[in-house]
């Protein structure tokens, strides 16, 4: 069995802060992505890396794409009470099948005001 | 364009009874799936689907039934429930294999 590790599993800051969460693996992936998911709801995609090295960003959050496609971060600049959630990552591991996802157990953010 | 809908929204079961949880998307994906969410475990794949009448188990597949008879429905049946099947139940559907997966907004079942 494959396991995605995230960390930390908890993660509770002020309003402001920065901060960046971890997902780390021993195999390789053929594609990562990030979830975020808020109390109630179901995980809305944020961002899919495919190629090893690659930074996307999306207004204040920064994702990389480890070089050797086994592990991912999620930095967050000046962190806002709505990015409050369950941080998930997602992955589809190379020689694997092209359909199934792994996903990590998530970073629970709280942004306190 | 409601995306995907499951229902009910919350079900309460006693140990050995039987249920369908619904789950439809009118976005004309192929691709289905059914994960189960519990607390410190992330989500675990059920059984996904390719394709209208193609099913196939993932990573905790016992104790549940799906079928594909369209391309929009894909209901999960569990046969006799049990309390380890508490769980909050999501389905979630895409286009391709490398696309955006949209997920439902879940569906919270007690078993007592």
């Known amino acids: 069995t494959q396991l995605l590790e995230q960390s930390p599993q908890f993660l509770s800051i002020q309003e402001g802060e920065n901060l960046t969460v971890y997902c780390n693996s021993s195999?390789?992936?053929?594609?990562l992505q990030w979830y975020r998911q808020e109390p109630g709801e179901g995980p809305v995609l944020l961002v899919t890396?495919?190629?090893?090295?690659e930074v996307k960003k999306l207004k204040r959050l920064t994702f990389q794409f480890g070089d050797a496609r086994k592990d991912s971060s999620l930095h967050i600049t000046a962190a806002q009470t709505g990015d409050t959630g369950l941080y998930l990552c997602?992955?589809?591991?190379?020689?694997?099948?092209?359909?199934?996802?792994?996903f990590g157990k998530g970073t629970l953010l709280t942004v306190n005001p | 364009n409601a995306g995907v809908t499951q229902t009910p929204k919350f079900q309460v079961l006693k140990t050995g009874q039987s249920m369908t949880l619904q789950c439809a998307q009118d976005?004309?994906?192929?691709?289905m799936s059914w994960y189960r969410q519990d607390p410190g475990m992330g989500l675990r794949l059920i059984h996904y689907?390719?394709?209208?009448?193609?099913?196939d188990q993932g990573e905790v597949p016992n104790g549940y039934n799906v079928s594909r008879s369209t391309t929009e429905d894909f209901p999960l049946r569990l046969l006799s429930a049990a309390p380890s099947q508490t769980s909050v139940y999501f389905c979630?559907?895409?286009?391709?294999?490398?696309?955006?997966?949209?997920f439902g907004p879940g569906t919270r079942l007690l078993v007592l």
């Open positions: 979630a559907s895409r286009q391709g294999a490398g696309e955006t997966q949209y």
């Open positions: 195999s390789v992936f053929s594609s």
């Open positions: 890396v495919v190629t090893g090295g």
């Open positions: 997602a992955g589809r591991y190379s020689g694997g099948s092209n359909y199934k996802l792994t």
């Open positions: 976005m004309n994906h192929e691709y």
């Open positions: 689907s390719v394709g209208a009448g193609i099913t």
